[in-house]
């Protein structure tokens, strides 16, 4: 049985000028553990995607199964990691993981257990220092941890991120990178992260799912990424494969999916960015 299944995914908006179909025909199995990247321009249906498996939307026709039954509300097998973080402010790291756990583990863990699996995850993320601080005490990064541990508590079969790092800069990005596969190789978690970053999709995924501009955009190419982990960014930078794939999503982008007016040539300004090999950091940066 697949773990998760898209199927005839369409998805039709409401807008005064009449439906807008964002969405048609995506159809995508992924295997239980398995890191899928999404990757396309900016408004062809990423997000939208990421929302439905979610269940914060609904799919017009089609729909998504998960280990058996159908996704047809938000719940805590299915955790988002979004952009900006979205933490109450007037709490602090420790109390927004709570938060969030703290109703699912009622009856099932004590007090003392919940303390103690709030701390292990923050501890995951390297934020155990500074479990105690509020947002608005710590950095961007570190806001981006604790919204990972927050989602990582609740146990989720499937870890859904949208653009998790897109709000940081290149050397925060990369440590958060690695943390997120080291994350990745302990639990195993089914992973799908929205992504402009090429060199982030491919360092991280599994596979990389290519999507074609919109409207009724769809899945244009499926890259398989074989490459061994660990995977280390700097001996990969070295690598024919990784630089293979690297290629192949560049020529979707800006080849295949170029938008009217585009230069065929990705040295212009793009939607989708290639991250600079950040200089490996001889100080722990705590991201
Ligand atoms: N609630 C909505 N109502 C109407 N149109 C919507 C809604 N949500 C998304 N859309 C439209 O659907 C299309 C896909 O939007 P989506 O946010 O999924 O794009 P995206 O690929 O995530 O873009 P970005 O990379 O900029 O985040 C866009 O044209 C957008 O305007
Ligand atoms: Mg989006």
Known sequence: MTHLELTQVAIEFPTPKGAFKALENVNLKIQKGEFVSLIGHSGCGKSTVLNIVAGLYKATTGGVILDG????????????????HSLLPWLTAYQ??????????????????????????LTLVHMDHAMHKRPDEISGGMKQRVGIARALAMQPKVLLMDEPFGALDALTRAHLQDSVMEIHAHLGNTVIMITHDVDEAVLLSDRIVMMTNGPAATIGEILQVNLPRPRDRLVLAEDPHYNHCRGEVLKFLYERQRRPGEAATATKKPDAVVTPLPERPQLRIVA
């Open 69 to 84: 039954r159908e996704v047809d509300e938000p719940g805590p097998e299915r955790a988002v990691v979004f952009q900006n």
């Open 96 to 121: 927004n993981v709570e938060l969030a756990v703290k109703t699912l583990f009622k009856g099932k863990k004590t007090k003392a257990e919940i303390k103690e699996w709030i701390e292990h995850n």
